[in-house]
């Protein structure tokens, strides 16, 4: 069993959570993920590391509420507990030799930016942080990334706070001023993703996307996180648990991407509402 040691609400849709998995924590790394059952008879849920204290023994975890399973992790409070816990699993993003670093994060993607752009300046690399949501109501993390960025963007789509746009405007700017970065690396909502890639490539630098698509087993034998990426006109077949989550965003087919991520939306509605039935007036 997996104690929740701290809660934190983001956002009316977004919490924050410290689980006390000391092996966990003792090998987690930025980039990495981990899978989850909220009870006996729960599904998995891949999330990412969010952050980790090896010192303390804990992994930090950030979830938005959409289905059933991440609302019934949403009523847990601390001191509860959780029976599975599994990871690190997946690989590591690759940060080692980074000088000048453009992370670009949307919604609840910013959780999974953060701790690579802490990690980034920790080793001394120049960090450029773009983060963009929705509204100022679904703001997350915006001081963590400040403490760790050397410049910080804060865009809205409908301008109620920092500025009204959305994450491409910044980027065009920087590069249309002559910025040059080592690396792009984007997390966020796959139409996101697709078009900060696009506003990346006539530049050629480098850019990695964090993929997350739906994840059973976590060990690549489900195929469930199944992706197609291009590689010199040919189409092959990688999986985002073992493969990734990290990949080169020049090769994603995004378009096969977006339409296998919705697959599943109406189930994942259904069954946040009649979870949502069940647990009224429990807690």
């Known amino acids: 069993m997996y104690q929740i040691v701290n809660k934190k609400i983001l956002n009316p849709t977004v919490t924050m959570m410290d689980i006390k998995a000391p092996l966990v924590a003792k090998k987690a790394q930025p980039g990495q993920f981990i899978i989850l059952r909220v009870d006996d008879d729960g599904e998995r849920i891949p999330l990412t590391v969010a952050g980790y204290d090896r ?15 991440t609302y019934k992790l949403s ?36 959780a999974i930016a953060l701790p690579i752009a802490q990690e980034l300046n920790k080793l001394g690399a120049e960090v450029t942080s773009v983060i963009g949501f929705r509204s100022k109501d679904l703001l997350i993390l915006e ?8 410049n910080l ?19 065009s700017d920087m590069f249309a001023d002559g910025e040059k970065f080592d690396k792009v690396i984007t997390i966020g909502p796959l139409i996101m993703m697709k078009f900060v890639v696009n506003a990346v490539r006539p530049t050629g630098i480098p850019c990695e996307v964090s993929m997350n698509p739906v994840m059973i087993d976590g060990t690549g034998m489900c195929g ?8 010199n006109g040919e189409r092959v077949t990688k999986f985002a648990c073992v493969d ?37 007036g429990v807690k």
Do not use: W
């Open 143 to 150: 001081d963590e990334f400040k403490a760790c960025s050397k």
């Open 75 to 110: 009523l847990k409070n601390e001191g509860d507990f959780i029976p599975d816990f599994v990871g690190p699993l997946g690989k590591p993003s690759e940060l080692e030799g980074l000088k000048k670093v453009l992370i670009v994060g949307g919604g609840v993607g910013c």
């Open 244 to 280: 990734g989550p990290d990949f080169n965003g020049y090769e994603i087919d995004f378009d096969e991407a977006m339409s296998r991520g919705v697959m599943y939306k109406e189930f994942e509605r259904h069954a946040y509402e009649d979870a949502c039935n069940l647990f009224k």
């Open 153 to 171: 963007y804060v865009m809205t789509d409908d301008g109620s706070y920092g500025v009204k746009g959305n994450v491409c405007a910044p980027i």
């Open 55 to 69: 010192l303390a023994g804990t992994v930090k975890i950030i979830f938005q509420t959409v289905g059933a399973s």
């Open 224 to 231: 469930g996180c199944r992706l197609t990426l291009i590689k």
